[in-house]
């Protein structure tokens, strides 16, 4: 008996110790989860070269390559400041009371070489799509300036917008220790972070900057709306990866952040189409892809909140807000060139605050608006820091190694005069 009792002892605190080892047990990969964030991360990815074909094709021929320039660049200098410091400063613990995160073993991404989160996605995977926002968020904001910035001011923009700009929004959003994220602001993939900022974020450079020469009384005209449609399908493919992929995992939520997302973006162009028929008497192939991004835009933040029926409520009204916006513009004489705040900025507004009527399941009316009242404070934190800081850094990059291209730059064309080369291969001075 003595015998027995010691057995049973002895299996007691085997069984103590593996429930132990297993309690702290290192995650292991969940390999359905990674190869969608493989996938969603490379679909980001195709994005910016999207947006660059849909920018491109928005200009004049002579701006067409240079333009596209402004989205190809910030996928390597964006890279490049996400590796040293961005990761860092947007998911390491809150510093500086919060103003950012910091955690050196991020820096470089020196300390995750093995790192596998707790989802089972290995965090380089996790690094690297977030990285993908990074890069095609200061991209969108230069369509509110195309065809009258400088190369060399606009790449010294871009790094420094990232870094005090996207990186503490990210942090504030996203981080799990972020203020707005404490206060449960939602935002699934984007609306407040990258739409809402960039398109602030333009319009302030667009107004500092001043309009093209010839603006408003000159016809600027499209150089190759073909491009621009192929563009905006290429956005509409990646945007599969960019609000889907924000699951980060392959389940339920990845199906109805995708399901919502089609949705979407097929209502917002519609709507376009009607309104815009309805309103100038035909409808035209830019605006079908304009309502296309509208609808995109306003799900954003909502892609793992709304159900297809809020989908087809945001897309809709995200659509007609955004072609309202973009009318007045001329109304209000300021040259948001490509419209980055007509339909990025306004279109992440919407969304962020309209979607707390369809969110998925039961509320009250106290907590709906209560939410209203998180995510408009979230709305309208990023609208001031992002306006504020953006003015400084323009100032500064203009004062300095300038921003503004000068007369005989923005008449010669951006292709020519920044990168000595011309996108179709003939000189064009329309």
């Given at each position: ?194 739409h809402i900022s960039a398109g602030v974020s333009g319009l302030v450079a667009a107004i500092y900057l001043g309009a093209r020469r010839g603006y408003p009384k000159t016809p600027i005209s499209p150089n190759n709306l073909v491009m621009t449609m192929i563009g905006a399908g290429l956005l509409w493919v990646g945007w599969f990866g960019f609000n889907a992929g924000s699951s980060v995992t392959s389940g339920l939520s990845t199906a109805q952040a995708l399901t919502v997302t089609q949705i979407a973006a097929a209502t917002g162009a519609i709507t376009w189409l009607l309104v815009e028929g309805i309103h100038q008497g035909k409808s035209t192939a830019l605006g079908f892809v304009s309502g296309i991004l509208a609808g995109l835009v306003a ?132």
């Open positions: 008996m003595k015998n027995k009792g010691k057995i049973a002892l002895l299996l007691i605190l085997f069984g103590m110790v593996g429930i132990q080892a297993f309690g702290q047990a290192t995650p292991t990969i969940d390999t359905g989860s990674t190869a969608w964030m493989l996938t969603s991360t490379a679909l980001v990815l195709l994005m910016v070269p999207g947006l660059a074909m849909f920018y491109g094709g928005l200009v004049r021929s002579k701006n067409v390559l240079g333009t596209m320039m402004h989205s190809f660049a910030a996928m390597g200098i964006m890279t490049l400041m996400w590796t040293t410091v961005g990761y860092s400063m947007s998911f390491g613990p809150s510093v500086l009371g919060g103003w950012f995160g910091w955690n050196s073993d991020y820096l470089f991404l020196s300390g995750i070489d093995e790192s596998i989160m707790a989802n089972g996605i290995p965090e380089y995977v996790f690094s690297m799509f977030q990285a993908k926002f990074a890069i095609i968020t200061p991209a969108l904001i230069a369509g509110a300036f195309a065809e009258r910035v400088k190369f060399k001011g606009y790449v010294v923009f871009i790094a420094l917008w990232g870094l005090i700009v996207y990186n503490p929004l990210c942090h504030w959003v996203w981080a799990t220790d972020g203020f707005l994220f404490k206060l449960a602001a939602i935002d699934f993939a984007g609306g407040t972070v990258v799900i954003t933040p909502a892609a793992g909140i709304v159900q297809p029926i809020g989908a087809i409520a945001l897309g809709a009204i995200a659509s007609l807000i955004c072609y309202l916006a973009v009318i007045l513009k001329d109304k209000l004489g300021y040259d948001d060139s490509l419209d980055a705040f007509g339909i990025h900025g306004m279109g992440g507004i919407v969304g962020a605050l309209i979607l707390v009527f369809f969110m998925r399941g039961t509320h009250t009316g106290s907590e709906i608006f209560s939410q209203l009242g998180i995510q408009a404070l979230a709305v309208g934190i990023a609208i001031v820091y992002a306006a504020v800081l953006t003015l400084i850094i323009i100032f500064l990059v203009d004062k300095t190694v300038g921003l503004k291209s000068t007369k005989d730059e923005e008449m010669k064309g951006l292709d020519n005069a920044y990168h000595g080369e011309d996108g179709y291969g003939m000189v064009n001075p329309s």
